[in-house]
């Protein structure tokens, strides 16, 4: 079968419970956040290289708008959502831009 059979524009697939958004597609290994110190995930966010090409306000316009990743806070039954809700995250993340985009030490 194809992927889209299942990951498809129409959201969480009723029939099998998988995810699935306009251009779903599986993150290429070098965006992976497993494993990483807070450090690590803030560089990798701010690296277009590891972050889809994306400046401070692509980030924050990717995470405010996109269907992909407002995914994680209607995952669908059976899977926990991101711990805190969307607009306190976009609040953060706004404050996080406008301080630099600074990262904790190791």
């Known amino acids: 079968m194809r992927c889209t059979n299942c990951h498809n524009q129409k959201g969480n697939n009723p029939s099998s419970g998988v995810p699935g958004a306009p251009h779903w597609s599986l993150a290429p290994l070098s965006m992976s956040w497993a494993d990483l110190s807070s450090a690590a995930l803030c560089e990798s966010l701010k690296d277009p290289?590891?972050?889809?090409?994306?400046?401070?306000?692509?980030?924050?316009?990717?995470?405010?708008?996109?269907?992909?990743?407002?995914?994680?806070?209607?995952?669908?039954?059976?899977?926990?959502?991101?711990?805190?809700?969307?607009?306190?995250?976009?609040q953060l993340l706004t404050t996080w831009v406008a301080a630099g985009m600074p990262c904790p030490k190791e």
């Open 49 to 90: 290289k590891r972050n889809g090409g994306r400046s401070a306000e692509d980030l924050k316009k990717h995470m405010g708008e996109d269907k992909l990743v407002l995914w994680g806070w209607e995952p669908g039954a059976g899977r926990e959502p991101v711990p805190v809700d969307h607009a306190s995250f976009l």
